[in-house]
């Protein structure tokens, strides 16, 4: 097919300024003659002199301008000048989209003899074409034409993975000019897994605000922000009258009930010497079972308030100080958050720390309601932070939300995620991926490498310094900058892995209005 020359500049494209398309395609295919450097139908044009300059062929050949020359039995379309069996205005339906149709002329590239004088009966094969070949050769890419990306970029919807079109460059030197460089895709195991975002959180199970259940004054302040204390430990002391009371009357029932225990042990002997009577010995256990249940009141009382077995046996030996409560922590973990200030006045209820145990976070995952089938409780689930690139952290999935939020479609999960030396935070951002089958081999590339076209995915193989192959291909899991290459390409390839976009480029040339033209 005729066409005019294109050079395309991939500094437009934000790449390297450097010319990759400074090829032409010759205005007719060279065949086997005895004048090196003409053409068959060059050497008609120069013995006739007769050249149909709306066609681009010699009079003698245009049967489009020349009806005695057409297909005998064929009807001609007079509407738009062409055969009736290639006119896809008057019949859509009759087109083989498998098939290059020649615009220029009216018909498929592989009958068009005025674009290919080798399909005439008895003319010797075009350079680049093997004897006996019915394959078309792009004479300015030197490509087949069936594969060449830059004259039929829109070929590549009709590619299987593993198949693909052709991209030739002007020289040697442009795939270095313009920055590109290959290796060989990697193998190596890499599991299923379902992308989604994430949220850490503290683990609620182990977060405690720690408050005083009277009030009082701060007396001591034994702790500070960021400190990491173990369990019972002491964080602080408040003075409070009503922790003075309640210790009073703690001691008051014990005294009371040993008092009425000696009572009854008394009875019960005057009764045995019939000294008393039996009613006497039954008042006397009536008051101390009495006694008894006022001492459990007011020791369960002191409980309430904060104050523990040991530190309530210690007052009832005169050991504890009076009117002082001890807040202690309930278990091991760190100050996130601090209120108490000596000397403050404090109200029953408000908190004077917040403890958290930070060696377990929750990552709170936003899953897609479409992947929600792939998706249960058990699963391991690998965390990754922007401010700590590399890093891996890996968690099991605790829960799933048993409904999905209307308007964004996500379904909430939470993972436990070890966070051995605290390098995680709260209310961090995370990528979060949940592993849903195991690990098997994969052929590996870097993300870099992967191109969209017209939505197929496609990667560049080098065939040769100046020749490169968009090959469509299936992807997989995409994880810490690596994509999976389910079908398509194979580990000897060698992938294009910078600089891909300047080939994408050259692929559409054709698109953007710079390629052959006709």
């Given at each position: 097919?005729?066409?005019?020359?294109?050079?395309?500049?991939?500094?437009?494209?934000?790449?390297?300024?450097?010319?990759?398309?400074?090829?032409?395609?010759?205005?007719?295919?060279?065949?086997?003659?005895?004048?090196?450097?003409?053409?068959?139908?060059?050497?008609?044009?120069?013995?006739?002199?007769?050249?149909?300059?709306?066609?681009?062929?010699?009079?003698?050949?245009?049967?489009?301008?020349?009806?005695?020359?057409?297909?005998?039995?064929?009807?001609?379309?007079?509407?738009?000048?062409?055969?009736?069996?290639?006119?896809?205005?008057?019949?859509?339906?009759?087109?083989?989209?498998?098939?290059?149709?020649?615009?220029?002329?009216?018909?498929?590239?592989?009958?068009?003899?005025?674009?290919?004088?080798?399909?005439r009966k008895g003319a010797a094969p075009a350079a680049g074409v093997k004897p006996g070949s019915t394959a078309l050769l792009c004479k300015e890419h030197g490509v087949a034409e069936q594969e060449c990306g830059i004259c039929h970029p829109e070929l590549l919807d009709q590619k299987k993975p593993g198949e693909g079109l052709k991209v030739r460059l002007s020289s040697t030197s442009s795939a270095a000019e313009a920055g590109v460089t290959v290796a060989k895709p990697s193998v190596d195991g890499m599991q299923?897994?379902?992308?989604?975002?994430?949220?850490?959180?503290?683990?609620?199970?182990?977060?405690?605000?720690?408050?005083?259940?009277?009030?009082?004054?701060?007396?001591?302040?034994?702790?500070?922000?960021?400190?990491?204390?173990?369990?019972?430990?002491?964080?602080a002391r408040i003075t409070s009258a009503e922790i003075g009371d309640a210790q009073r009357a703690y001691l008051q029932a014990l005294a009371e009930e040993v008092l009425r225990e000696k009572a009854v042990v008394r009875q019960r002997t005057l009764r045995d010497e019939q000294i008393s009577s039996e009613k006497d010995l039954q008042e006397a256990e009536a008051a101390h079972q009495a006694a008894t249940a006022a001492l459990q009141q007011t020791r369960q009382q002191l409980m309430v308030l904060g104050f523990?077995?040991?530190?309530?046996?210690?007052?009832?030996?005169?050991?504890?100080?009076?009117?002082?409560?001890?807040?202690?922590?309930?278990?091991?973990?760190?100050?996130?958050?601090?209120?108490?200030?000596?000397?403050?006045?404090?109200?029953?209820?408000?908190?004077?720390?917040?403890?958290?145990?930070?060696?377990?976070?929750?990552?709170?995952?936003?899953?897609?309601?479409?992947?929600?089938?792939?998706?249960?409780?058990?699963?391991?689930?690998?965390?990754?932070?922007?401010?700590?690139?590399?890093?891996?952290?890996?968690?099991?999935?605790?829960?799933?939300?048993?409904?999905?939020?209307?308007?964004?479609?996500?379904?909430?999960?939470?993972?436990?995620?070890?966070?051995?030396?605290?390098?995680?935070?709260?209310?961090?951002?995370?990528?979060?991926?949940?592993?849903?089958?195991?690990?098997?081999?994969?052929?590996?590339?870097?993300?870099?490498?992967?191109?969209?076209?017209?939505?197929?995915?496609?990667?560049?193989?080098?065939?040769?310094?100046?020749?490169?192959?968009?090959?469509?291909?299936?992807?997989?899991?995409?994880?810490?900058?690596?994509?999976?290459?389910?079908?398509?390409?194979?580990?000897?390839?060698?992938?294009?892995?910078?600089?891909?976009?300047?080939?994408?480029?050259?692929?559409?040339?054709?698109?953007?209005?710079?390629?052959?033209?006709?």
């Open positions: 097919m005729p066409s005019s020359r294109f050079r395309i500049s991939l500094a437009a494209f934000g790449v390297a300024a450097v010319m990759l398309a400074a090829c032409s395609r010759q205005s007719e295919p060279v065949v086997a003659d005895p004048s090196p450097g003409k053409s068959a139908i060059e050497d008609k044009r120069s013995a006739s002199g007769a050249t149909c300059a709306a066609h681009g062929a010699p009079k003698e050949l245009c049967f489009i301008c020349d009806a005695s020359l057409r297909d005998k039995g064929r009807l001609w379309c007079q509407e738009h000048n062409r055969y009736e069996d290639r006119c896809w205005e008057c019949h859509p339906e009759l087109q083989d989209k498998s098939r290059l149709y020649c615009e220029k002329h009216s018909l498929y590239e592989d009958e068009c003899f005025l674009c290919h004088p080798e399909l299923k897994g379902v992308e989604c975002f994430a949220e850490l959180t503290f683990n609620q199970n182990k977060l405690a605000q720690i408050n005083p259940l009277v009030g009082g004054v701060v007396k001591t302040v034994e702790v500070d922000l960021g400190n990491r204390v173990r369990k019972g430990a002491l964080l523990d077995r040991e530190r309530i046996r210690a007052l009832a030996e005169q050991d504890g100080e009076p009117g002082v409560l001890d807040i202690r922590a309930p278990f091991a973990g760190e100050i996130i958050e601090r209120t108490a200030v000596q000397g403050a006045m404090v109200e029953m209820g408000k908190p004077l720390f917040t403890l958290a145990d930070t060696s377990v976070l929750w990552a709170m995952v936003s899953i897609p309601e479409t992947q929600l089938g792939a998706v249960h409780v058990g699963q391991k689930v690998e965390l990754t932070v922007e401010s700590l690139p590399g890093e891996v952290f890996v968690g099991t999935l605790t829960w799933l939300s048993s409904g999905v939020d209307e308007q964004t479609r996500l379904a909430t999960g939470r993972a436990e995620v070890a966070n051995a030396g605290g390098r995680l935070k709260a209310q961090m951002f995370a990528h979060a991926r949940i592993l849903i089958a195991g690990p098997t081999d994969a052929v590996l590339v870097s993300e870099s490498a992967v191109q969209n076209i017209a939505g197929r995915a496609v990667v560049f193989v080098k065939s040769e310094e100046d020749l490169y192959e968009a090959r469509a291909v299936t992807l997989g899991v995409r994880h810490n900058g690596q994509t999976q290459i389910l079908a398509g390409l194979w580990p000897n390839d060698d992938v294009v892995v910078s600089g891909a976009f300047a080939l994408k480029s050259q692929f559409l040339i054709a698109r953007l209005g710079a390629g052959c033209v006709d």
